[in-house]
């Protein structure tokens, strides 16, 4: 790519995030001091180089995948953050009575609200976290309330209606079943040994086996879904975005948020700050994720920011790099 087309790309990328709207050749006149034709030849052919796209609303055109990935790697340059957004990150960071894991969220969270798009912070999974006692409360004849403790002393409750045909004693006997063979299990692994330590068990023992079973599945993949360490800030941010108007991709973006499994994906061990644009994101085709692995006082996680292909990519990642320069401190300083 020419200087010139290096320079036409440029405006087209920073116009596009700024107004999410198609970029023709007469607003690029001014800016670039060359005749209309002159610039609709070049948009021709980075387009015919893929970095240019046309859209079906409009004769101007939008960057494609490979023109943002162009931009980020050869022409983009840092942003300069005003002083209030860094005041508000030192604050957490210097608050000695957080954990890193606490700061490192509420970060995120004013993240979202600068960027508007979506944050995520993945803590890595706690596979020495196991199943320390699991309560079963009686409220009445259709209700109970069922207590998991976990060997790191946290204890979700969660009130459960009784399935028909099936006793508050039958619930009873299997929280005792469960607690006799599941202690000491690792939590991520519970609802897998349910089906083959726990089921053959109860069957043998209650008529209504599948109902039972059910409720106690769906109380652990509860509490494994709450405490996976997955963390959002501005969940529904992505829906500020012109891109995500239509209801279908309302629903596709929130399905996947929403996923556990698509979610955890984007989990990442490599160094520094990575981006990774439409479809080399594996989340979505039309959003990036930036993201960061992190690793400090025993604690470890990913750090990920999920908006548009159209993202503020400067701004976005001058916020992580200092993020990961808070981190670094962190590290240095005794607390």
Avoid at 30 to 57: D, Y
Avoid at 88 to 94: A, D, G, H
Avoid at 114 to 128: A, E, M, P, Q, R
Avoid at 315 to 321: E, G, H, Q, R
Wanted: proline share 3%; charged share 30%.
């Amino acid at each position: 790519m020419n200087s010139r087309q290096e320079k036409l790309l440029k405006e087209i990328v920073e116009s596009y995030i700024k107004d999410a709207r198609p970029v023709g050749s007469k607003a690029l006149v001014t800016k670039l001091k060359v005749s209309s034709a002159t610039i609709r030849n070049e948009m021709s052919e980075l387009e015919e180089l893929g970095f240019l796209e046309k859209t079906h609303t409009s004769s101007g055109r939008v960057p494609s995948s490979a023109g943002y990935k162009y931009y980020v790697d050869n022409i983009m340059k840092p942003k300069e953050l005003n002083g209030e957004d860094i005041l508000k990150l030192q604050t957490i960071f210097s608050n000695s009575e957080l954990a890193l894991s606490d700061a490192i969220k509420e970060c995120m969270n004013i993240i979202s609200d600068i960027t508007n798009y979506t944050s995520i912070v993945l803590g890595k999974d706690s596979d020495w976290n196991t199943l320390k006692q699991l309560n079963i409360i009686p409220i009445d004849d259709r209700k109970v309330v069922a207590l998991v403790v976990v060997s790191n002393g946290h204890v979700e409750n969660k009130q459960v209606v009784i399935p028909e045909g099936v006793n508050v004693a039958e619930v009873v006997k299997t929280s005792e079943i469960i607690n006799k063979y599941l202690i000491g299990t690792p939590i991520k692994d519970v609802t897998s040994k349910m089906e083959f330590e726990i089921k053959p068990r109860i069957a043998a023992i209650i008529k209504e086996y599948e109902s039972v079973y059910s409720m106690f599945q769906n109380v652990f993949n509860e509490f494994t879904e709450k405490n996976s360490n997955v963390f959002f800030g501005g969940r529904t941010n992505m829906l500020k975005q012109p891109e995500f108007e239509s209801v279908d991709k309302i629903k596709n973006i929130m399905g996947k948020l929403e996923d556990y499994e698509i979610v955890k994906k984007i989990e990442s061990n490599d160094e520094g700050i990575n981006i990774y644009i439409g479809e080399e994101s594996e989340f979505d085709k039309d959003v990036t994720v930036v993201k960061m692995s992190y690793q400090a006082g025993g604690e470890e996680g990913t750090i990920a920011i999920i908006g548009p292909t159209r993202m503020e990519y400067d701004k976005v990642v001058t916020l992580l790099n200092f993020i990961k320069s808070q981190i670094e401190r962190w590290c240095y300083e005794e607390r």
